[in-house]
């Protein structure tokens, strides 16, 4: 219980450190503002999202007046849940891990290298190249679709290992003359069952016989509570993560040779690690509740004696707010 209490609330704060935002290296003036605030109208109907969420931020620092502030950081939300995301996953020729792969889109760099986390990228066609030291580049070309979150995409370098060869089968072997039969033993009085095994004729009555299913249904039980653990632990070290890239682009934008882009860059490492948080911090909530409701609720599918049917149930809950269960008693 105290478990998923805490997943809850890991969720709960995620949520509300997202409408918080990140500051910015510079204070705007109000003309600034204004110009921010129609450039990032144009380029939305562009579907240049990236460049929209730059001009946007730039509206809703605090400088700028509230109306526009107000209406820009509305408009944030928007964008980012418009944002594809995508993720590549980079493979030498013997199919190892890559992660020192320089990234070119539509002939302007991208990232210098992939540390596996999901990149924002404008909806529509566009053009990729990897490069990776001892390793000739790869282009590939990708059509992005808007609100299309963390797709995968995996990107070979060189010629894969070859297939194993597939073993010919051979001959059959030529069965031999079967062994003739001898004379059937003559039956003789069924020994009576003594010490160990199952006990002969129907159970006393009051005694039902235990039920298959409620073992394999504990089981899923165990393994979902596990995976919601993990899950759970994921969330709670990406929620750290976050937390601390944001409080370095907090940390660059106060540097004397702080650029828009080195703030811009740590302020979406910071988006990303918390949007992994939250989903990661959902799935352990929801995984931990159905497994303990699975496990509990088994407790009466494989149980010998059914003297009563008095009991506990734990019902998981699942709304658009979170996610948990509910405790209950059978009378």
Known sequence: ??????????????????????????????????????????LRGQHKLRAARAELLICAAQTCPADIRTECARRVGEVNASMPTIVFDAKDPSGNDLSAVKVTMDGQPLVERLEGTALSIDPGEHAFVFESAGQAAVQRTFVIREGEKDRRERINF???????????????????????????????????????????????????????????????????????????????????????????????????????AKVHSLHQDALSAQTIAIACGSVGVVAVGVGLYMILSSSGDSGSVQASRKGFEVVPVVSTTGAGFVLGQNF
């Open 1 to 42: 219980m105290k478990l998923l209490s805490s997943f809850v609330s890991l969720g709960v704060v995620a949520a509300l450190w997202t409408g918080a935002g990140v500051a910015r290296a510079a204070d705007p003036t109000t003309a600034d503002c204004l110009s921010a605030n129609d450039n990032s109208i144009a």
């Open 158 to 260: 060189g010629s894969g290992s070859p297939a194993a060869p597939v073993p010919v089968a051979g001959p059959a072997p030529v069965a031999g003359p079967a062994p003739m039969a001898g004379p059937a033993p003559m039956a003789g009085p069924v020994p009576q069952q003594q010490g160990f095994g199952p006990p002969q004729g129907p159970p006393p009555p009051g005694v039902d016989q235990p039920k298959k299913g409620g073992s394999a249904k504990r089981t899923i039980g165990w393994v979902l509570t596990g995976v919601g653990v993990v899950a759970g632990g994921v969330g709670i070290y990406e929620g750290v993560t976050a937390l601390g890239k944001d409080q370095d682009s907090k940390d660059a934008a106060k540097a004397p040779d702080a650029t828009q």
